[in-house]
């Protein structure tokens, strides 16, 4: 079994910045993608940043140039540094990612998992 467990989240007054981690534990063999995702009340939920195990990255436009996803491979994590916050980056920030879990001595299955979120509040 595989565990995400994010961290970081808070309030924060818009112009701000904060950091979220989420950390991969459990019967892991690699990781490929890690993924930022975030939902807001009455709103679906949507891709905010993607990150391979070789380090290649992506955004959605509402957070490039704001927004930095980072990985420390040899830790199982992954980092979003968000800055100059805005009211409508208020959401809760959910880690994703396809993990390659060890079956047996010489192979591996691709299963997707999912952490339980922590929510990001930008308010004054």
């Known amino acids: 079994q595989v565990q995400l467990v994010e961290s970081g989240g808070g309030l924060v007054q818009p112009g701000g910045s904060l950091r979220l981690s989420c950390a991969a534990s459990?019967?892991?063999?690699?990781?490929?993608?890690m993924r930022w995702y975030r939902q807001a009340p009455g709103k679906q939920r949507e891709l905010v940043a993607s990150i391979t195990s070789g380090g290649s990255t992506n955004y959605a436009d509402s957070v490039k140039g704001r927004s930095t996803i980072s990985r420390d491979n040899a830790k199982n994590t992954v980092f979003l540094q968000m800055n100059s916050l805005k009211p409508e980056d208020t959401a809760v920030y959910y880690c994703?990612?396809?993990?390659?879990?060890?079956?047996?001595?010489?192979?591996?299955?691709?299963?997707?998992?999912w952490g339980q979120g922590t929510q990001v509040t930008v308010s004054s």
């Open positions: 994703n990612a396809d993990v390659y879990i060890p079956i047996g001595t010489s192979s591996r299955w691709l299963k997707n998992y």
């Open positions: 459990g019967s892991i063999d690699s990781i490929n993608i």
